[in-house]
């Protein structure tokens, strides 16, 4: 039987691959190069992003993009590699309940165009985390800056070593001979482009990867022969209040929703893209077209997930030696049912190499962003000249690509090192999420007390997160996989003996599904912020800018607070229209 390893793209599944790596390349280079704005005289009245108005060109397109190429650059960087083979992966192992995310990704759109965008528009910022120095203090600013920076250097090598190991498995290049191409070619285009051609080439990048994922699940119906049996893995209506299930509705809708908003509301990585628009209705309608977006594609994701089981039914081939690892599930399923097909191996590595050029070029450029204006900027209170500006963000952007080839050689080395990624992950953005909520939605809410309820959020999550991989490697938890059978398998193979546990002496924290870390994090940083706020001299709420406060809050501001507003500062405020 035909695995991975040993399968090797053909001619026209190269010409396919390195067509459409080339395209969607030449789009970046296109727009960083040839297609570049005519530049203007800048008004000598207006306050420019950045001090100058070519960082703000570079870095925020002037305020100034379109609609869709944004929205469709939002949906190119959230679906990562990572997350087109995970997802089908996810549901073989532990059913279709998992579905349910998509009900929660539709909701939390609501939350993040009414709640939190208004505010970010109204302010008209840079950086996200400039939003807590104005209601807060520097520090708070800072801290959470800071935070962004290593979540992100921790993440860059896991967008690389994805897309690399599976052009390693078909094409038998060294994965860090490709790592390094997928750096400097990502490199190139945001280098010289900034976040004009990241969007471009994000536009076109999440086209070839929505066909290639398409394409795969098409052809995967066509060739599925045998639908019995898929019982064991369609789930839908499991109700169970446990908290400790790994997928019920309510921890998939209640934690989907939490996790997703706590992301996409107040994240740079989103926030620059929505600041790149020129209105408050422009921003609202990419986020409506993103939000739809990626709920069709993790729907068609998790569809192939069930339609992989109905293929492997009857032989696992994780237990029968075909793969290593569970992200191999589907690079699998596609050489053995259509490798045999010209060009479709090759158009689906392809989707895979786009989801990381885009995802990592985002990464580079936002990060970018947030070292000048909320670091350099923000924390140690320099204003850099234009050219000074110029050369430390696009340092930034080369250093951060020769950080994440680097880390590539450490994350093939250290088996235990996602874990811990995934734990500083989930810690800083619950906690991050609570302390823009808390400016947002409380109003009294002071810089003691939000330092306080940030830290208690950190604490909370870090607790439960690493409490819980500790247990798991001591192997005090069982796994809540579902049953895999091999009885159709060739040879003598059989299931793994697996030692039963007792799960009810492992403390109860330990044992709650990962859907529950992030709003636990976040009630927290709120609810703790919010009550140490009240007892350390609460902000006189007469005194606020309404602007900092999210619209949903207005009805209950004392009337002081709109009508004791400095209509001089209003005026030299960035505004930016609702229409």
């Not at 992003?49 to 070519?54: I, L, T, V, Y």
């Not at 789930?235 to 019920?248: A, E, G, K, L, Q």
Request: net charge neutral.
């Amino acid at each position: 039987m035909t695995n991975a390893k040993s399968y090797r793209f053909g001619i026209v599944d190269w010409m396919v691959f390195l067509g459409m790596t080339v395209l969607s390349t030449a789009v970046g280079i296109y727009f960083a190069i040839i297609n570049k704005p005519e530049q203007e005289e800048p008004k000598p009245t207006v306050k420019h992003d950045f001090g100058s108005e070519k960082m703000s060109e570079y870095l925020l397109g002037s305020r100034n993009l379109k609609v869709l190429p944004v929205a469709m650059s939002l949906v190119a960087s959230y679906i990562s590699g990572v997350t087109i083979l995970g997802t089908p992966s996810e549901v073989y192992y532990y059913g279709t309940q998992y579905w349910f995310i998509t009900i929660a990704i539709l909701l939390h759109g609501f939350a993040v165009v009414y709640i939190y965008l208004p505010v970010f528009c109204a302010l008209r910022v840079g950086s996200s985390y400039e939003y807590l120095g104005m209601r807060f203090h520097s520090a708070i600013r800072s801290i959470a800056a800071f935070m962004f920076v290593l979540d992100e250097i921790l993440f860059l090598p896991f967008v690389v070593y994805v897309p690399s190991l599976a052009l390693d498995q078909v094409s038998g290049i060294n994965l860090h001979y490709i790592s390094v191409v997928i750096v400097v070619v990502c490199v190139l285009y945001t280098l010289l482009g900034g976040i004009k051609a990241v969007v471009h080439t994000d536009a076109w990048q999440i086209l070839v990867m929505f066909l290639s994922v398409l394409a795969v699940a098409i052809l995967a119906t066509y060739y599925c022969k045998d639908w019995d049996g898929l019982e064991s893995r369609i789930i839908f209506t499991n109700i169970s209040p446990s908290p400790y299930v790994r997928h019920t509705v309510w921890c998939v809708l209640i934690g989907g929703f939490f996790y997703w908003t706590s992301f996409n509301a107040v994240n740079q990585t989103m926030v620059q893209r929505y600041m790149s628009l020129p209105s408050l209705k422009k921003a609202r309608m990419a986020m409506a077209i993103f939000t739809i977006g990626v709920a069709c594609f993790l729907l068609i994701l998790c569809y192939m997930g069930l339609i992989i089981f109905g293929k492997y039914k009857d032989c696992d081939p994780k237990i029968s030696g075909l793969i290593e690892h569970d992200d191999q599930l589907l690079p699998l399923f596609v050489v053995q049912t259509m490798g045999h097909i010209y060009g479709i191996p090759g158009l689906f590595i392809a989707g895979i190499f786009g989801a990381a050029l885009s995802s990592l070029s985002v990464m580079l450029n936002c990060t970018s962003l947030v070292v000048l204006e909320d670091i350099v900027r923000g924390c140690f209170k320099m204003e850099p000249s234009e050219r000074v500006s110029t050369i430390l963000v696009k340092s930034t952007i080369i250093v951060l690509g020769f950080v994440a080839v680097s880390l590539v050689f450490v994350l093939e080395k250290l088996s235990g090192i996602l874990g811990i990624a995934i734990s500083i992950t989930a810690i800083a953005s619950g906690a991050t999420f609570g302390l823009f909520s808390l400016g947002m939605l409380v109003p009294w809410a002071n810089t003691v007390g939000t330092a306080v309820g940030g830290i208690a959020s950190a604490l909370i999550s870090g607790w439960i997160t690493f409490g819980t991989q500790f247990t798991i490697a001591a192997g005090k938890l069982g796994s809540q996989a579902l049953p895999v059978f091999v009885e159709g398998c060739e040879g003598n193979v059989t299931i793994p003996q697996t030692t039963s546990v007792d799960q009810e002496q492992v403390l109860p924290l330990y044992r709650l599904s990962f859907h529950w870390v992030n709003p636990i994090g976040v009630a927290t940083a709120i609810v703790v912020g919010a009550l140490v706020s009240l007892v350390t001299k609460p902000t006189d709420m007469k005194t606020l800018d309404p602007d900092l406060i999210s619209p949903v809050i207005h009805r209950f501001l004392p009337k002081e607070c709109f009508e004791g507003r400095n209509l001089s500062q209003k005026s030299e405020r960035k505004t930016i229209p609702k229409s």
